[in-house]
């Protein structure tokens, strides 16, 4: 066991969705001295791919293709090169993040010029378990999200949360309100859930290895290996997007990359490339390389270090695919040399969203100084756990149930209240009659939700129980920064927007066959108020 990687006092079962959209690829495979192949995990896969081909295209095609499948493998030469190389090109090019720690070099050449880097040194700093925290914290937010929105998130997120111990002593909430607006909130929870076991097991000291760190929730292979070359400089593979794309072109690798035998080809090149000496650089700079060069449309092959070893590249100048032993080759479905690098990795075809059509109510009242709106806290586990929403009833995912007019969604409304906030025996004033504002849409990684949108407005001295969901009343100002999802943003833009023009008149876009009503002639939400 490495120094300062304490043994966990209790072994967890590790759930399936542990790592939060990374594949959980672990096996390893061997390569000998002189050459890479991986040929042992990537046979008797023809048939397989060509049959994914098939149902893509609807054309035929053949069923295996052959040539020597040495065509995408490494040779020890081509591995040292292209370490040699790769490290070089990020020595000089590698951007400046907040969590990034220049390496030796790069910092050397801004010393020469005098200028001062442009990096959060407070978050990595000398102590390698503070920099596995920056990489733990960055990566977890970049899954699904652009750097440049995630730079003032992690800064947020450090100011807030400076250390593991600070985050596993924060509330889930406050964890929820500064992740607020980043989307995809599981991350948060899982990263929190992390900070706690990292607490309780390793004394807040984050791992070292890789085997250890894939013990911790929502950490995969991938995060388990940047935090292990990078903070710890532990000879760690790592395989991303971008690796993917990189080691695609250079070896000509057509195939659907998503299949477990072709993650293990991927993850034993990866293994294969890594420099022992400088892991960590390495890999940033293999991840480098796929989003500022190697990138999916219109790549710059010109600038590229490694171009004279990418196949891609050779076949769009040329270079036939050679024949070989004549054996059949999983890694490609077509034996034609490609005309464009971009061909590779091979494209496949997105599922579409499933459709949630969701009723929303917003209630609001005048407060001590501006308008206040009524949320309601989603369940712990599932979509948006934790999170403050208003108060919403989702229709079953994948419904082909039309939406109902004004007045039932009313009394659908007056239930929900009863229900879930044990709003029955309430004395109030008047309530407002009801109103149909608009519709809101909202998408996520696999619903397409189209939120139907009704307004009320509450007296501001109703005095209410407690029901079986928490609730709160929040001041319109404090939504933006208040751990609320963002479709209740969404809602109060749509909000303000009919409120600066209140006589347009709406209508249900899914449901143009019926004049919506813009006020509602019967006050439904008083049914549940007793004096």
């Given at each position: 066991?490495?120094?300062?990687?304490?043994?966990?006092?209790?072994?967890?079962?590790?759930?399936?969705?542990?790592?939060?959209?990374?594949?959980?690829?672990?096996?390893?495979?061997?390569?000998?001295?002189?050459?890479?192949?991986?040929?042992?995990?990537?046979?008797?896969?023809?048939?397989?791919?060509?049959?994914?081909?098939?149902?893509?295209?609807?054309?035929?095609?053949?069923?295996?293709?052959?040539?020597?499948?040495?065509?995408?493998?490494?040779?020890?030469?081509?591995?040292?090169?292209?370490?040699?190389?790769?490290?070089?090109?990020?020595?000089?090019?590698?951007?400046?993040?907040?969590?990034?720690?220049?390496?030796?070099?790069?910092?050397?050449?801004?010393?020469?010029?005098?200028?001062?880097?442009?990096?959060?040194?407070?978050?990595?700093?000398?102590?390698?378990?503070?920099?596995?925290?920056?990489?733990?914290?960055?990566?977890?937010?970049?899954?699904?999200?652009?750097?440049?929105?995630?730079?003032?998130?992690?800064?947020?997120?450090?100011?807030?949360?400076?250390?593991?111990?600070?985050?596993?002593?924060?509330?889930?909430?406050?964890?929820?309100?500064?992740?607020?607006?980043?989307?995809?909130?599981?991350?948060?929870?899982?990263?929190?859930?992390?900070?706690?076991?990292?607490?309780?097991?390793?004394?807040?000291?984050?791992?070292?290895?890789?085997?250890?760190?894939?013990?911790?929730?929502?950490?995969?292979?991938?995060?388990?290996?940047?935090?292990?070359?990078?903070?710890?400089?532990?000879?760690?593979?790592?395989?991303?997007?971008?690796?993917?794309?990189?080691?695609?072109?250079?070896?000509?690798?057509?195939?659907?990359?998503?299949?477990?035998?072709?993650?293990?080809?991927?993850?034993?090149?990866?293994?294969?490339?890594?420099?022992?000496?400088?892991?960590?650089?390495?890999?940033?700079?293999?991840?480098?390389?796929?989003?500022?060069?190697?990138?999916?449309?219109?790549?710059?092959?010109?600038?590229?270090?490694v171009s004279d070893?990418?196949?891609?590249?050779?076949?769009?100048?040329?270079?036939?695919?050679?024949?070989?032993?004549?054996?059949?080759?999983?890694?490609?479905?077509?034996?034609?040399?490609?005309d464009a690098v971009?061909?590779?990795?091979?494209?496949?075809?997105?599922?579409?969203?499933?459709?949630?059509?969701?009723?929303?109510?917003?209630?609001k009242r005048m407060?001590?100084?501006?308008?206040?709106?009524?949320?309601?806290?989603?369940?712990?586990?599932?979509?948006?756990?934790?999170?403050?929403?208003?108060?919403?009833?989702?229709?079953?995912?994948?419904?082909?149930?039309?939406?109902?007019?004004?007045?039932?969604?009313?009394?659908?409304?007056?239930?929900?209240?009863?229900?879930?906030?044990?709003?029955?025996?309430?004395?109030?004033?008047?309530?407002?009659?009801?109103?149909?504002?608009?519709?809101?849409?909202?998408?996520?990684?696999?619903?397409?939700?189209?939120?139907?949108?009704?307004?009320?407005?509450?007296?501001?001295?109703?005095?209410?129980?407690?029901?079986?969901?928490?609730?709160?009343?929040?001041?319109?100002?404090?939504?933006?920064?208040?751990?609320?999802?963002?479709?209740?943003?969404?809602?109060?833009?749509?909000?303000?927007?009919?409120?600066?023009?209140?006589?347009?008149?709406?209508?249900?876009?899914?449901?143009?066959?019926?004049?919506?009503?813009?006020?509602?002639?019967?006050?439904?939400?008083?049914?549940?108020?007793?004096?």
């Amino acid at each position: 066991m490495e120094q300062g990687a304490r043994g966990p006092t209790k072994k967890r079962k590790r759930s399936s969705q542990d790592a939060d959209q990374e594949f959980e690829i672990k096996e390893k495979v061997s390569s000998d001295e002189d050459s890479f192949s991986a040929s042992s995990d990537i046979e008797d896969l023809g048939s397989h791919l060509s049959a994914q081909s098939n149902a893509r295209s609807g054309k035929a095609v053949p069923n295996t293709v052959f040539h020597d499948r040495s065509y995408h493998s490494f040779s020890s030469r081509e591995v040292i090169q292209i370490r040699a190389q790769l490290l070089e090109w990020y020595d000089a090019n590698q951007r400046e993040m907040p969590w990034r720690r220049p390496s030796p070099a790069y910092f050397a050449r801004l010393e020469l010029a005098a200028k001062k880097p442009n990096y959060g040194e407070i978050y990595c700093d000398d102590s390698p378990y503070d920099r596995a925290y920056a990489v733990l914290v960055s990566e977890l937010m970049l899954q699904q999200t652009q750097v440049a929105t995630v730079r003032e998130y992690f800064r947020k997120w450090m100011t807030a949360f400076p250390s593991v111990q600070a985050l596993a002593n924060a509330s889930l909430e406050e964890v929820n309100q500064v992740w607020a607006g980043l989307g995809y909130y599981r991350r948060a929870k899982l990263l929190h859930q992390c900070a706690k076991e990292i607490v309780t097991q390793y004394e807040g000291r984050i791992p070292t290895t890789v085997k250890q760190l894939l013990d911790l929730p929502g950490i995969g292979p991938y995060t388990a290996g940047a935090i292990s070359s990078i903070a710890f400089n532990n000879p760690a593979a790592i395989v991303d997007g971008n690796v993917i794309r990189v080691i695609s072109r250079l070896r000509a690798v057509e195939a659907d990359p998503k299949p477990n035998n072709i993650q293990k080809y991927l993850w034993s090149v990866s293994e294969e490339l890594v420099d022992p000496s400088r892991p960590g650089d390495f890999n940033q700079a293999l991840m480098e390389l796929g989003a500022v060069t190697c990138t999916p449309k219109n790549p710059k092959c010109s600038a590229c270090p490694v171009s004279d070893h990418c196949k891609a590249l050779a076949q769009v100048r040329g270079e036939k695919v050679p024949e070989g032993d004549g054996s059949s080759c999983a890694l490609c479905t077509s034996a034609s040399p490609t005309d464009a690098v971009t061909k590779y990795p091979i494209k496949t075809e997105k599922k579409p969203p499933k459709i949630q059509i969701t009723y929303t109510t917003a209630v609001k009242r005048m407060g001590s100084q501006e308008t206040e709106f009524l949320v309601v806290q989603r369940p712990d586990a599932g979509l948006l756990a934790g999170l403050w929403e208003f108060p919403s009833i989702d229709l079953p995912v994948g419904s082909d149930q039309k939406i109902v007019p004004l007045q039932e969604r009313g009394a659908l409304f007056d239930e929900y209240l009863r229900r879930e906030l044990g709003w029955e025996q309430v004395a109030t004033q008047a309530i407002s009659d009801r109103s149909f504002i608009g519709e809101v849409s909202h998408l996520f990684s696999h619903i397409k939700q189209t939120i139907v949108l009704d307004a009320i407005s509450a007296s501001c001295d109703i005095p209410m129980s407690r029901g079986a969901r928490a609730w709160k009343w929040v001041p319109e100002s404090e939504l933006q920064s208040a751990a609320v999802s963002k479709s209740v943003l969404k809602a109060v833009a749509l909000l303000r927007k009919q409120a600066q023009s209140p006589s347009v008149p709406k209508k249900l876009k899914h449901d143009t066959s019926k004049k919506l009503e813009t006020k509602s002639t019967q006050r439904t939400i008083l049914s549940m108020f007793k004096k």
